[in-house]
Each structure stands twice: as C-alpha cells, then as structure tokens.
C-alpha cells in the first residue's frame, strides 16, 4: 500500500505542478499568437486536469485505507467521511479535490479561454498541496510560516518544470526567434532557482534541526541527496543552454533533447519528493 501511495504522491504532484507552470509561462515566452501550440496545450492540460482529479481521489480512498489499517476502508463511504470530515488532511483535501473538480469544469466551458481563471484555480490547486505531508507537522505560526515557505517552493518548482514542459511544446515548432525565448526562460529561472534554493534549505532545516540531516546514505537524507543531485544536473543544463544561447538555432536538435533531459530530470526530482514525504526527516534539535 506504501508503494501506491508514493506512486499516487507522484502522479499527483507532477500533474498539478504541470498545470500551473504552463499557464504561467505561456503569457510570459510568447509574446504573439501561437494557435498551433494553444491547441496543443489546452488538450493537454485537460488530459492532466483530469489526471489530477482522478489520482487525488485515489490519494484520498489510500490514505483512508493506510488510517483504518484496512484496504476495505477505502471502500467505505462512513471511513471516507470520518477521514475527510474530522483529519486535518481531509480538511484541507476536500477543498483540494472540489478546486480541481471546478478547473476541469471550466476547460469545458467557454470561460476555458480565461488565463485569469485557469491561473487562479491552478495557484490554490498548488497551494493546497502545501499543507499535506511535512508541512503539517508543526503547530501554530511555526506551522503556518512553515506551509508558507512550502507554498513558495512548490510555485518555484512548478514554475520551473511546468514551464519546461511548455518549452519542450514551443521547441517542436517555434513561432518565435528561439533566442529570445530562451532569454526569456532563463531570466525568470534565476529568480525560480533562487527561491527554490532558498526555500529548500528553509524546509530542511525546520524539519531536520541541521542544515543536512544525517547519517548521509540512509532513509530520508539519502532520497533528499538524490533529489538534490538531480536539481543540480537540471541547473548544469540549464547553464550549457545559457552560455551557448547565440548559436541555438544551428544546434536546434541538441537544444530540443537538451531540454527534454532537464524536465526529465525534474520529474525524477518530483519523484524523489513523492517518496520524502512519506519518510519522517529524523528531526534531532
């Protein structure tokens, strides 16, 4: 059951981090009209609204069943409500799937075309991801400032991969100099970088009471060291993209797969997260 649920985290987690990453982007890397790629991202981002309802319902019934200590209670209806209704998980989840319930309304409808609305909806959609997991393990302003700090490393991340993900779409069939798109990404992930790096350490060290926990190669330190292994791969290609900005398009293949590798890389990240806030960060101050 441990494993599904890590799976489900996942799954979860990359879909919602998705969404709002590329909507975020889209205003911001392309400055004319791209009815190609709009077409292409309004089907995926149903596809991936709809990913995320279904694998938060499934989040919900597996939790259920790991607090009942019973497969069968993710079956039952009264099991469900009592988690939903009186936890502070299902307190805040609730609110979570009727928010992603709402957004994947709206992609039928003709409000679909609305940034503000689709960017609303998918920032509190991240925003009540803060709360599950570590970010509930404190209580009172500690606790808050805590989920605070965790809303500002997701929205820096699912900025970061979101918008790579937009930018592995506009690679396949630039509408613009790719240069300049280029320019664009990299000066916001600066800031995206720097508040994900800021922020992490914050997290780790409220968890953990050191800026590293340790023993190093065991449980919760060592999924956090391949996490940051791959952050730190991702920003290795990103520099190689940055220096070698002039030339890009004579080296348009390389860039296309280059790119690609980051996000995959990213997802790796995610997936690592996906299994941290399943282990406890061993805190020792």
């Known amino acids: 059951m441990s494993e599904a649920l890590v799976l489900c985290r996942f799954l979860h987690f990359t879909v919602v981090l998705m969404l709002f990453g590329a909507w975020l982007f889209r205003p911001l890397l392309l400055k ?33 069943a790991s607090m009942a200590d019973s497969a069968a209670a993710a079956f039952d209806p ?10 502070f998980f299902g307190q805040v989840w609730r609110w979570h799937l009727l928010i992603n319930a709402v957004l994947l309304i709206l992609l039928f409808t003709p409000w679909r075309s609305s940034l503000p609305w689709r960017l609303g909806l998918s920032t ?47 690679l396949r069939q630039p509408t613009e100099p790719v240069a300049a798109v280029l320019r664009r990404f990299s000066g916001i992930g600066y800031a995206l970088v ?16 050191q800026w590293w926990p340790t023993p190093l190669f065991s449980g919760f330190a060592l999924i956090l060291l391949i996490k940051a292994m791959l952050v730190l791969a991702m920003l290795g290609l990103a520099l190689f993209n940055r220096l070698r900005i002039n030339d890009c398009e004579q080296r348009m ?8 590798l980051e996000w995959l890389l990213g997802i790796g990240a995610v997936a690592a997260v996906s299994l941290l806030g399943t282990l406890p960060p061993m805190i020792t101050a």
């Open 253 to 260: 293949e390389t860039l296309r797969r280059s790119v690609m």
């Open 78 to 87: 009264h099991t469900v409500g009592l988690v939903l209704g009186t936890t």
């Open 32 to 64: 004319g009209e791209a009815p190609e790629l709009d077409r292409h991202q309004a089907r995926l981002t149903c596809w991936l609204s709809a990913v995320a309802l279904l694998s938060g319902i499934a989040w919900t019934l597996l939790i259920t």
């Open 194 to 209: 720097a508040g994900l790096l800021i922020s992490g350490l914050i997290n780790v060290r409220v968890l953990t009471g």
């Open 124 to 170: 509190l959609l991240l925003a009540t991801l803060a709360p599950v997991g570590h970010g509930a393990m404190l209580d009172g302003l500690s606790g808050q400032l805590l989920i605070l700090n965790q809303i500002v490393h997701l929205t820096c991340v699912a900025a970061w991969l979101g918008g790579l993900l937009l930018l592995v779409l506009i």
